[in-house]
């Protein structure tokens, strides 16, 4: 009976090693990548970004799920939310919906997630400013516009694949206000 418990102490102080272990080797992935990340970013917006911008790995985990949560819920047909596919012959309308979103969400602040956010932690920034650079943030980070309202309640996703030429923009936006706004500017 004793020897089962220190089995599971020991596993579970290895388990915690093991996070600690990860952690620290995201940190030095951030650390690596943050400087060209801020200055890439800094370029798509027109605006330099400084490094107190990201947010804790802890919390940028806690956002990143969040943020996949709300997308899985959106993505249910019964969800309210607002989800449409552009042709990418329709690449302007995409556009034009994220910078009138922009206007209207001028005082809003929330999260930027990338692909690197999993090293160099999520970017609290203006969405405004994110929207209205929608095009430029997309070849920044490759594929899409990902981003948490503060209060976690309402997201946005504007992603683009390339290689459906029948589907080449997703805009998926979930919570209480911006699904309504996003109809409003269509």
């Known amino acids: 009976m004793d020897?089962?418990?220190?089995?599971?102490?020991?596993?579970?102080?290895?388990?915690?090693?093991?996070?600690?272990?990860?952690?620290?080797?995201?940190?030095?992935?951030?650390?690596?990548a943050g400087p060209s990340f801020l200055?890439?970013?800094?370029?798509?917006?027109?605006?330099?970004?400084?490094?107190?911008?990201?947010?804790?790995?802890?919390?940028?985990?806690?956002?990143?799920?969040?943020?996949?949560?709300?997308?899985?819920?959106?993505?249910?047909?019964?969800?309210?939310?607002?989800?449409?596919?552009f042709p990418q012959n329709e690449e302007g309308l995409v556009f034009r919906l994220a910078s009138c979103m922009a206007e209207r969400l001028s005082n809003e602040?929330?999260?930027?997630l990338t692909k690197l956010s999993e090293d160099c932690g999520a970017v609290d920034i203006s969405v405004s400013k994110l929207l209205k650079h929608a095009a430029s943030v997309i070849r920044f980070d490759g594929d899409s516009v990902s981003a948490l309202s503060k209060d976690r309640k309402?997201?946005?996703?504007?992603?683009?694949?390339?290689?459906?030429?029948?589907?080449?923009?997703?805009?998926?936006?979930?919570?209480?206000?911006?699904?309504?706004l996003a109809l409003e500017c269509e």
Not at 68 to 73: E, I, K, T
Request: net charge positive; aromatic share 10%; glycine share 8%.
């Open 3 to 32: 020897s089962n418990k220190t089995q599971m102490k020991v596993k579970k102080r290895n388990g915690t090693r093991q996070n600690r272990i990860r952690l620290l080797s995201r940190m030095n992935r951030g650390r690596l």
């Open 154 to 180: 309402e997201g946005i996703l504007i992603d683009r694949n390339p290689d459906d030429p029948e589907q080449t923009y997703e805009v998926t936006v979930w919570g209480g206000r911006w699904p309504l």
């Open 39 to 85: 200055a890439g970013l800094s370029d798509a917006l027109g605006e330099p970004i400084k490094s107190n911008a990201f947010v804790s790995l802890h919390e940028t985990d806690t956002l990143l799920a969040t943020f996949r949560q709300g997308y899985r819920a959106a993505t249910d047909p019964r969800a309210v939310c607002y989800r449409k596919f």
């Open 109 to 112: 602040h929330g999260f930027f």
